[in-house]
Protein backbone atom coordinates (compact mmCIF):
# COMPACT_ATOMS: atom_id res chain seq x y z
CA UNK A 1 0.00 0.00 0.00
CA UNK A 2 1.10 3.87 -1.09
CA UNK A 3 0.44 7.19 0.92
CA UNK A 4 0.27 10.22 -0.85
CA UNK A 5 0.42 13.09 1.28
CA UNK A 6 -0.66 16.55 -0.54
CA UNK A 7 -0.55 19.73 1.59
CA UNK A 8 -2.84 22.11 -0.10
CA UNK A 9 -3.45 25.89 0.56
CA UNK A 10 -6.84 25.33 1.77
CA UNK A 11 -6.83 21.54 2.26
CA UNK A 12 -4.16 18.98 4.06
CA UNK A 13 -5.04 15.49 2.32
CA UNK A 14 -3.72 12.38 2.52
CA UNK A 15 -5.02 9.45 0.14
CA UNK A 16 -3.82 5.38 -0.10
CA UNK A 17 -3.21 3.92 -2.94
CA UNK A 18 -2.85 0.21 -3.89
CA UNK A 19 -0.09 -1.25 -6.48
CA UNK A 20 -2.12 -0.45 -9.44
CA UNK A 21 -3.26 2.76 -8.32
CA UNK A 22 -6.67 2.19 -7.14
CA UNK A 23 -7.18 5.45 -4.67
CA UNK A 24 -8.73 3.49 -1.27
CA UNK A 25 -9.21 5.58 0.72
CA UNK A 26 -9.01 9.77 1.23
CA UNK A 27 -8.69 11.86 4.20
CA UNK A 28 -8.91 15.66 4.33
CA UNK A 29 -8.77 18.33 6.89
CA UNK A 30 -9.56 22.40 5.99
CA UNK A 31 -6.35 24.95 7.12
CA UNK A 32 -7.16 28.37 7.92
CA UNK A 33 -6.04 31.49 5.66
CA UNK A 34 -5.48 34.95 7.31
CA UNK A 35 -6.08 37.46 5.15
CA UNK A 36 -5.80 41.67 6.14
CA UNK A 37 -4.52 44.21 3.55
CA UNK A 38 -2.78 42.31 1.15
CA UNK A 39 -0.85 40.25 3.87
CA UNK A 40 -2.31 36.37 3.45
CA UNK A 41 -0.29 34.11 6.17
CA UNK A 42 -0.82 30.53 7.64
CA UNK A 43 -0.46 29.15 10.74
CA UNK A 44 2.85 26.46 10.32
CA UNK A 45 1.91 24.56 13.32
CA UNK A 46 -1.67 24.20 12.53
CA UNK A 47 -0.83 23.05 8.82
CA UNK A 48 1.38 20.66 10.61
CA UNK A 49 -1.14 19.36 13.07
CA UNK A 50 -3.47 19.07 9.77
CA UNK A 51 -1.07 16.52 8.40
CA UNK A 52 -0.68 14.28 11.26
CA UNK A 53 -4.88 14.33 11.75
CA UNK A 54 -5.16 13.21 8.10
CA UNK A 55 -2.83 10.69 8.36
CA UNK A 56 -4.08 9.30 11.99
CA UNK A 57 -7.15 8.89 9.97
CA UNK A 58 -6.23 7.51 7.42
CA UNK A 59 -3.93 5.12 8.68
CA UNK A 60 -6.81 3.76 11.08
CA UNK A 61 -9.35 3.49 8.08
CA UNK A 62 -6.73 0.96 5.98
CA UNK A 63 -5.30 -1.88 7.41
CA UNK A 64 -1.22 -1.51 6.30
CA UNK A 65 1.78 -2.00 6.03
CA UNK A 66 2.87 0.84 3.82
CA UNK A 67 5.34 0.63 1.05
CA UNK A 68 6.38 4.22 1.08
CA UNK A 69 4.56 7.40 1.27
CA UNK A 70 5.36 10.89 -1.14
CA UNK A 71 4.61 14.34 0.03
CA UNK A 72 3.57 17.25 -2.35
CA UNK A 73 2.31 20.72 -1.48
CA UNK A 74 1.45 24.19 -2.02
CA UNK A 75 5.05 26.01 -3.76
CA UNK A 76 6.13 29.77 -3.14
CA UNK A 77 5.53 31.65 -0.02
CA UNK A 78 7.94 32.35 2.72
CA UNK A 79 8.20 29.52 5.24
CA UNK A 80 10.96 30.70 8.05
CA UNK A 81 11.73 28.01 10.63
CA UNK A 82 14.57 27.14 13.03
CA UNK A 83 16.82 24.39 13.15
CA UNK A 84 14.36 22.20 14.08
CA UNK A 85 12.13 23.39 11.60
CA UNK A 86 9.62 25.03 14.42
CA UNK A 87 8.00 28.19 13.26
CA UNK A 88 9.42 31.37 13.63
CA UNK A 89 6.81 33.45 12.19
CA UNK A 90 3.32 32.74 10.30
CA UNK A 91 4.12 31.27 6.80
CA UNK A 92 3.66 33.76 4.12
CA UNK A 93 1.28 32.57 1.48
CA UNK A 94 2.08 32.20 -1.99
CA UNK A 95 -1.20 34.23 -2.33
CA UNK A 96 0.56 37.06 -0.27
CA UNK A 97 0.88 40.55 -2.06
CA UNK A 98 3.05 42.25 0.40
CA UNK A 99 5.84 42.95 -1.57
CA UNK A 100 3.96 44.30 -4.89
CA UNK A 101 5.08 47.62 -4.56
CA UNK A 102 8.73 46.12 -4.51
CA UNK A 103 7.67 44.36 -7.61
CA UNK A 104 6.10 47.01 -8.91
CA UNK A 105 9.64 48.80 -8.67
CA UNK A 106 11.54 45.69 -10.14
CA UNK A 107 9.39 45.50 -13.13
CA UNK A 108 10.12 49.29 -13.94
CA UNK A 109 13.84 49.28 -13.43
CA UNK A 110 14.29 46.08 -14.88
CA UNK A 111 15.18 44.08 -12.14
CA UNK A 112 12.29 41.61 -12.75
CA UNK A 113 13.06 40.91 -17.10
CA UNK A 114 16.85 40.38 -15.66
CA UNK A 115 16.36 37.55 -13.31
CA UNK A 116 13.55 35.82 -15.87
CA UNK A 117 16.68 36.05 -18.63
CA UNK A 118 18.80 34.45 -16.27
CA UNK A 119 16.27 31.86 -14.11
CA UNK A 120 13.49 31.52 -16.42
CA UNK A 121 11.48 32.57 -13.38
CA UNK A 122 8.95 35.63 -13.62
CA UNK A 123 8.60 36.74 -10.17
CA UNK A 124 4.99 37.71 -8.42
CA UNK A 125 4.49 39.41 -5.46
CA UNK A 126 3.98 35.60 -3.67
CA UNK A 127 7.36 34.10 -4.60
CA UNK A 128 10.28 34.10 -2.10
CA UNK A 129 12.60 36.84 -3.85
CA UNK A 130 9.92 39.76 -3.14
CA UNK A 131 9.07 38.62 0.28
CA UNK A 132 12.16 37.61 1.28
CA UNK A 133 13.49 41.33 0.20
CA UNK A 134 10.51 42.93 1.83
CA UNK A 135 11.06 40.70 4.99
CA UNK A 136 14.45 42.20 4.70
CA UNK A 137 13.60 45.69 4.76
CA UNK A 138 10.55 45.51 7.62
CA UNK A 139 11.42 42.32 9.51
CA UNK A 140 14.71 41.65 9.37
CA UNK A 141 14.69 40.29 13.03
CA UNK A 142 12.28 37.42 11.91
CA UNK A 143 15.02 36.99 9.61
CA UNK A 144 17.82 36.55 12.21
CA UNK A 145 16.02 34.47 14.12
CA UNK A 146 15.43 31.89 11.04
CA UNK A 147 17.64 29.10 10.29
CA UNK A 148 16.22 28.25 7.02
CA UNK A 149 13.62 30.05 4.89
CA UNK A 150 11.57 26.82 3.19
CA UNK A 151 8.68 25.88 1.31
CA UNK A 152 5.64 24.19 2.91
CA UNK A 153 6.20 20.46 1.46
CA UNK A 154 9.99 20.94 3.74
CA UNK A 155 8.59 21.93 6.64
CA UNK A 156 6.35 18.78 6.82
CA UNK A 157 9.06 16.08 5.96
CA UNK A 158 11.50 17.97 8.82
CA UNK A 159 8.88 17.37 11.32
CA UNK A 160 7.47 14.04 10.25
CA UNK A 161 11.56 12.84 10.02
CA UNK A 162 13.74 14.64 12.03
CA UNK A 163 15.97 14.88 9.10
CA UNK A 164 17.48 19.09 8.38
CA UNK A 165 15.72 20.99 6.14
CA UNK A 166 16.28 21.11 2.70
CA UNK A 167 14.11 21.73 -0.77
CA UNK A 168 14.03 19.70 -4.24
CA UNK A 169 14.52 21.29 -7.68
CA UNK A 170 11.05 21.99 -8.35
CA UNK A 171 10.38 24.16 -4.86
CA UNK A 172 13.91 26.09 -6.11
CA UNK A 173 12.91 26.58 -9.63
CA UNK A 174 11.28 30.39 -8.00
CA UNK A 175 13.48 32.56 -8.48
CA UNK A 176 17.19 31.61 -7.60
CA UNK A 177 17.82 28.47 -9.71
CA UNK A 178 19.68 28.51 -12.39
CA UNK A 179 17.52 25.43 -14.64
CA UNK A 180 20.43 24.85 -16.96
CA UNK A 181 23.10 24.17 -13.47
CA UNK A 182 20.23 23.29 -11.22
CA UNK A 183 21.66 25.33 -8.52
CA UNK A 184 21.25 28.68 -7.04
CA UNK A 185 22.33 32.15 -9.43
CA UNK A 186 24.31 33.90 -6.63
CA UNK A 187 23.79 36.48 -9.00
CA UNK A 188 20.16 36.68 -8.78
CA UNK A 189 20.27 36.74 -4.46
CA UNK A 190 22.55 39.66 -5.02
CA UNK A 191 20.41 41.47 -7.18
CA UNK A 192 17.69 41.24 -5.22
CA UNK A 193 19.30 42.71 -2.11
CA UNK A 194 19.55 38.97 -0.51
CA UNK A 195 23.04 38.42 -0.49
CA UNK A 196 23.29 38.63 3.40
CA UNK A 197 20.67 36.89 3.56
CA UNK A 198 21.77 33.91 1.31
CA UNK A 199 22.59 31.24 4.31
CA UNK A 200 18.57 30.72 4.35
CA UNK A 201 18.08 29.11 1.30
CA UNK A 202 17.62 25.93 1.80
CA UNK A 203 20.11 23.61 0.14
CA UNK A 204 18.56 21.79 -3.34
CA UNK A 205 18.38 18.04 -3.31
CA UNK A 206 18.59 16.65 -6.46
CA UNK A 207 17.03 14.21 -6.90
CA UNK A 208 14.79 14.59 -4.30
CA UNK A 209 15.19 13.52 -0.42
CA UNK A 210 14.46 10.83 1.38
CA UNK A 211 14.34 9.39 4.84
CA UNK A 212 12.39 7.62 7.37
CA UNK A 213 9.68 8.72 9.60
CA UNK A 214 9.30 9.13 13.06
CA UNK A 215 6.09 7.87 14.53
CA UNK A 216 3.76 11.08 13.91
CA UNK A 217 0.99 10.41 11.62
CA UNK A 218 2.63 7.35 10.01
CA UNK A 219 4.07 4.12 11.88
CA UNK A 220 7.72 4.66 12.53
CA UNK A 221 10.18 3.76 10.04
CA UNK A 222 7.85 4.34 6.79
CA UNK A 223 9.81 5.64 3.85
CA UNK A 224 9.31 8.62 2.53
CA UNK A 225 9.99 11.27 -0.65
CA UNK A 226 9.71 15.15 -0.11
CA UNK A 227 8.99 16.55 -3.37
CA UNK A 228 7.51 17.43 -6.22
CA UNK A 229 5.57 20.31 -5.40
CA UNK A 230 2.44 19.95 -6.13
CA UNK A 231 2.21 21.38 -9.39
CA UNK A 232 4.98 18.73 -11.35
CA UNK A 233 3.74 16.37 -8.96
CA UNK A 234 -0.08 17.06 -11.16
CA UNK A 235 1.87 16.32 -14.34
CA UNK A 236 3.06 13.13 -12.70
CA UNK A 237 -0.40 12.13 -11.74
CA UNK A 238 -1.69 13.06 -14.67
CA UNK A 239 0.57 11.49 -16.70
CA UNK A 240 2.30 14.51 -18.48
CA UNK A 241 5.66 13.78 -19.16
CA UNK A 242 6.41 13.43 -23.02
CA UNK A 243 7.53 16.91 -24.26
CA UNK A 244 4.86 18.96 -25.90
CA UNK A 245 1.62 17.22 -23.59
CA UNK A 246 -0.02 19.80 -21.20
CA UNK A 247 -2.21 19.62 -18.19
CA UNK A 248 -4.38 22.26 -16.69
CA UNK A 249 -4.99 21.84 -13.49
CA UNK A 250 -8.55 24.20 -12.45
CA UNK A 251 -8.14 23.96 -9.48
CA UNK A 252 -8.69 27.67 -6.57
CA UNK A 253 -5.96 28.56 -9.45
CA UNK A 254 -5.88 27.95 -12.80
CA UNK A 255 -2.64 26.14 -14.19
CA UNK A 256 -1.34 25.04 -17.65
CA UNK A 257 1.83 22.95 -17.92
CA UNK A 258 3.52 21.97 -20.71
CA UNK A 259 6.59 18.84 -20.39
CA UNK A 260 9.41 20.35 -22.53
CA UNK A 261 12.83 19.94 -22.90
CA UNK A 262 13.98 23.05 -24.05
CA UNK A 263 14.81 26.11 -22.31
CA UNK A 264 13.54 29.52 -24.28
CA UNK A 265 14.43 32.41 -21.88
CA UNK A 266 13.29 34.98 -24.60
CA UNK A 267 9.76 36.39 -25.49
CA UNK A 268 7.59 38.08 -22.69
CA UNK A 269 8.39 37.12 -19.33
CA UNK A 270 6.07 35.62 -17.53
CA UNK A 271 5.53 31.70 -15.33
CA UNK A 272 8.29 30.09 -15.01
CA UNK A 273 10.25 27.02 -15.73
CA UNK A 274 9.57 23.82 -12.92
CA UNK A 275 13.03 22.15 -13.17
CA UNK A 276 12.39 18.13 -12.28
CA UNK A 277 14.08 14.97 -11.32
CA UNK A 278 15.43 14.58 -14.78
CA UNK A 279 17.97 16.77 -16.13
CA UNK A 280 16.95 18.48 -19.42
CA UNK A 281 13.69 18.06 -18.69
CA UNK A 282 11.27 21.22 -17.69
CA UNK A 283 7.63 21.92 -17.08
CA UNK A 284 6.78 25.41 -18.98
CA UNK A 285 4.33 26.50 -15.95
CA UNK A 286 1.77 29.59 -16.71
CA UNK A 287 0.22 29.32 -12.91
CA UNK A 288 -1.99 31.87 -12.80
CA UNK A 289 -3.92 33.60 -10.08
CA UNK A 290 -7.28 33.32 -11.71
CA UNK A 291 -9.46 29.83 -11.10
CA UNK A 292 -12.18 28.55 -9.38
CA UNK A 293 -12.03 31.51 -6.93
CA UNK A 294 -13.50 33.82 -9.39
CA UNK A 295 -16.61 31.66 -9.82
CA UNK A 296 -16.95 31.17 -6.10
CA UNK A 297 -16.90 34.99 -5.72
CA UNK A 298 -19.99 35.41 -8.67
CA UNK A 299 -21.83 32.20 -7.24
CA UNK A 300 -21.22 34.21 -3.06
CA UNK A 301 -22.31 37.19 -4.53
CA UNK A 302 -25.25 35.99 -7.22
CA UNK A 303 -26.25 33.40 -4.18
CA UNK A 304 -26.12 30.27 -6.32
CA UNK A 305 -24.91 27.14 -5.15
CA UNK A 306 -22.13 25.07 -6.56
CA UNK A 307 -24.93 21.89 -7.16
CA UNK A 308 -26.40 24.51 -9.86
CA UNK A 309 -23.80 25.31 -11.78
CA UNK A 310 -24.55 22.67 -14.19
CA UNK A 311 -28.44 23.32 -14.71
CA UNK A 312 -27.73 27.22 -15.30
CA UNK A 313 -24.79 26.61 -17.76
CA UNK A 314 -27.00 24.14 -19.20
CA UNK A 315 -29.99 26.97 -19.85
CA UNK A 316 -27.08 29.99 -20.95
CA UNK A 317 -26.18 29.59 -25.07
CA UNK A 318 -22.59 30.04 -25.73
CA UNK A 319 -21.55 33.73 -25.43
CA UNK A 320 -23.58 34.43 -22.64
CA UNK A 321 -26.06 37.22 -24.43
CA UNK A 322 -23.22 39.38 -24.28
CA UNK A 323 -21.74 39.24 -20.76
CA UNK A 324 -18.17 38.98 -20.51
CA UNK A 325 -16.07 38.97 -18.04
CA UNK A 326 -12.42 39.10 -17.59
CA UNK A 327 -11.48 36.63 -14.08
CA UNK A 328 -9.03 38.55 -12.61
CA UNK A 329 -9.96 38.54 -9.19
CA UNK A 330 -6.97 38.16 -6.90
CA UNK A 331 -5.95 41.09 -4.95
CA UNK A 332 -2.59 40.72 -6.12
CA UNK A 333 -3.50 40.77 -9.65
CA UNK A 334 -2.22 38.20 -12.01
CA UNK A 335 1.30 36.78 -12.89
CA UNK A 336 0.44 33.91 -15.72
CA UNK A 337 0.54 33.87 -19.12
CA UNK A 338 1.79 37.63 -18.14
CA UNK A 339 2.38 39.62 -14.40
CA UNK A 340 0.34 43.05 -13.68
CA UNK A 341 -0.21 43.13 -10.21
CA UNK A 342 -2.54 45.76 -10.52
CA UNK A 343 -4.90 43.98 -12.85
CA UNK A 344 -8.41 43.64 -11.91
CA UNK A 345 -11.74 42.12 -13.43
CA UNK A 346 -14.06 43.35 -15.28
CA UNK A 347 -17.58 42.65 -16.42
CA UNK A 348 -18.80 43.91 -19.22
CA UNK A 349 -22.44 43.97 -21.54
CA UNK A 350 -24.24 43.66 -17.76
CA UNK A 351 -27.83 45.16 -18.45
CA UNK A 352 -31.12 44.82 -16.10
CA UNK A 353 -31.88 41.82 -18.46
CA UNK A 354 -28.51 39.86 -17.68
CA UNK A 355 -29.31 36.98 -15.42
CA UNK A 356 -27.55 34.95 -12.57
CA UNK A 357 -26.94 31.97 -15.39
CA UNK A 358 -25.22 34.73 -17.75
CA UNK A 359 -22.85 35.80 -15.23
CA UNK A 360 -21.79 32.49 -14.07
CA UNK A 361 -21.58 31.40 -17.89
CA UNK A 362 -19.52 34.32 -18.49
CA UNK A 363 -17.33 33.77 -15.59
CA UNK A 364 -16.49 30.16 -16.63
CA UNK A 365 -15.77 31.47 -19.95
CA UNK A 366 -13.38 34.13 -19.08
CA UNK A 367 -11.69 31.48 -17.50
CA UNK A 368 -11.75 29.09 -19.92
CA UNK A 369 -9.73 31.94 -22.02
CA UNK A 370 -7.54 32.79 -19.57
CA UNK A 371 -6.50 28.84 -19.58
CA UNK A 372 -6.57 28.54 -23.41
CA UNK A 373 -4.00 31.89 -22.74
CA UNK A 374 -1.77 29.81 -20.12
CA UNK A 375 -1.56 26.89 -22.22
CA UNK A 376 -0.68 28.44 -25.73
CA UNK A 377 1.87 30.80 -24.41
CA UNK A 378 3.24 27.39 -22.13
CA UNK A 379 3.62 25.41 -26.08
CA UNK A 380 0.96 23.25 -26.05
CA UNK A 381 1.16 20.82 -29.07
CA UNK A 382 0.09 17.42 -27.34
CA UNK A 383 -2.58 15.92 -25.42
CA UNK A 384 -4.31 18.01 -22.62
CA UNK A 385 -4.63 16.40 -19.61
CA UNK A 386 -7.43 18.18 -17.03
CA UNK A 387 -7.88 17.55 -13.25
CA UNK A 388 -8.83 19.95 -9.87
CA UNK A 389 -11.93 20.75 -8.25
CA UNK A 390 -13.60 21.72 -11.42
CA UNK A 391 -13.79 18.32 -13.13
CA UNK A 392 -16.29 17.54 -10.83
CA UNK A 393 -18.85 19.62 -12.97
CA UNK A 394 -18.98 17.68 -16.41
CA UNK A 395 -21.17 21.24 -17.98
CA UNK A 396 -17.83 23.26 -17.44
CA UNK A 397 -15.86 20.08 -18.98
CA UNK A 398 -17.52 20.32 -21.98
CA UNK A 399 -17.74 24.20 -21.39
CA UNK A 400 -13.51 23.69 -21.41
CA UNK A 401 -13.24 21.21 -24.15
CA UNK A 402 -15.19 23.94 -26.60
CA UNK A 403 -13.65 27.06 -25.07
CA UNK A 404 -10.17 25.29 -25.50
CA UNK A 405 -10.53 23.54 -28.65
CA UNK A 406 -9.39 20.24 -28.02
CA UNK A 407 -9.71 17.12 -26.44
CA UNK A 408 -9.62 16.88 -22.48
CA UNK A 409 -8.22 13.41 -21.24
CA UNK A 410 -10.08 13.71 -17.54
CA UNK A 411 -7.87 12.57 -14.39
CA UNK A 412 -10.13 12.48 -11.59
CA UNK A 413 -9.21 11.71 -7.55
CA UNK A 414 -6.24 13.16 -5.55
CA UNK A 415 -3.72 13.44 -8.28
CA UNK A 416 -1.08 15.12 -6.81
CA UNK A 417 -1.05 12.91 -3.96
CA UNK A 418 -0.70 10.16 -6.62
CA UNK A 419 1.95 11.85 -8.38
CA UNK A 420 3.93 12.15 -5.19
CA UNK A 421 3.62 8.14 -4.47
CA UNK A 422 5.37 7.68 -8.22
CA UNK A 423 8.05 10.57 -7.78
CA UNK A 424 8.64 8.41 -4.32
CA UNK A 425 8.40 5.20 -6.09
CA UNK A 426 10.98 6.42 -8.87
CA UNK A 427 13.24 7.27 -5.87
CA UNK A 428 13.09 4.22 -3.90
CA UNK A 429 13.18 1.98 -7.34
CA UNK A 430 10.18 0.52 -6.70
CA UNK A 431 8.02 -0.48 -9.95
CA UNK A 432 4.90 1.17 -10.50
CA UNK A 433 2.92 0.70 -13.92
CA UNK A 434 2.84 4.98 -14.49
CA UNK A 435 0.24 4.22 -17.08
CA UNK A 436 -2.12 2.45 -14.88
CA UNK A 437 -2.04 4.40 -12.38
CA UNK A 438 -2.98 7.43 -14.57
CA UNK A 439 -5.40 6.35 -17.15
CA UNK A 440 -8.09 9.26 -17.65
CA UNK A 441 -11.56 8.92 -15.96
CA UNK A 442 -13.27 9.97 -19.65
CA UNK A 443 -12.00 11.55 -23.15
CA UNK A 444 -14.70 14.96 -23.13
CA UNK A 445 -14.73 15.92 -26.87
CA UNK A 446 -15.13 19.50 -28.00
CA UNK A 447 -18.24 20.58 -30.31
CA UNK A 448 -16.72 21.72 -33.72
CA UNK A 449 -19.36 24.50 -33.78
CA UNK A 450 -18.84 25.98 -30.72
CA UNK A 451 -14.88 25.46 -30.43
CA UNK A 452 -15.35 27.50 -33.23
CA UNK A 453 -17.67 30.45 -31.78
CA UNK A 454 -15.38 30.50 -29.06
CA UNK A 455 -12.25 30.20 -31.07
CA UNK A 456 -13.69 34.10 -32.10
CA UNK A 457 -14.11 34.85 -28.86
CA UNK A 458 -10.79 34.23 -27.89
CA UNK A 459 -9.26 36.90 -30.09
CA UNK A 460 -11.89 39.37 -28.44
CA UNK A 461 -10.70 38.50 -24.69
CA UNK A 462 -7.02 39.17 -25.78
CA UNK A 463 -8.25 42.46 -27.16
CA UNK A 464 -10.23 43.44 -24.45
CA UNK A 465 -7.38 42.25 -21.57
CA UNK A 466 -4.57 44.14 -23.56
CA UNK A 467 -7.06 47.67 -22.82
CA UNK A 468 -7.45 46.43 -19.50
CA UNK A 469 -4.02 45.66 -18.98
CA UNK A 470 -2.82 49.13 -20.25
CA UNK A 471 -5.54 50.54 -17.83
CA UNK A 472 -4.04 49.03 -14.46
CA UNK A 473 -1.00 50.84 -15.49
Excluded at 319 to 332: E, M
Aim: hydrophobic share 45%.
Amino acid sequence: MYVGIDVGTSTVKAAAFDGSGHQLAVAARPVGLSMRGGFVEQDMDEVYGAVVAVLDELTSDVDGPFELAGLTGQGDGVWLVDAEGRPVRAAASWMDGRAHELLDQWLADGTFETVFRRTGSAMFPGCPGPLLAWLAAHEPASLDAAATALYCKDMVFQRLTGVRATTDVSDASMPFLDPRTRSYDNGVVELLGLTRRRRLLAPVSDPVATAETRGEGLPAGTRIANGPYDLPACALGAGVTEPGDGLLIVGTCLAGLVATTELDLSGEPAGLYISLDRPGHWLRAMPAMVGTAALDWVLSTTGVRHEEVDGLLAATPPGANGVRVLPYFAPSGERAPFVEPRLRAELTGVSLESTPADLIRATCEGIGYAARHCLEAAGLTGSLAVCGGGTRSPAWMRLLADVLGRPLRVVEGEVGARGAVLAAAERYGVPLDAGVWTRPTEIVEPDAGRAAFYAKGFEDHLARLAAARHRSR
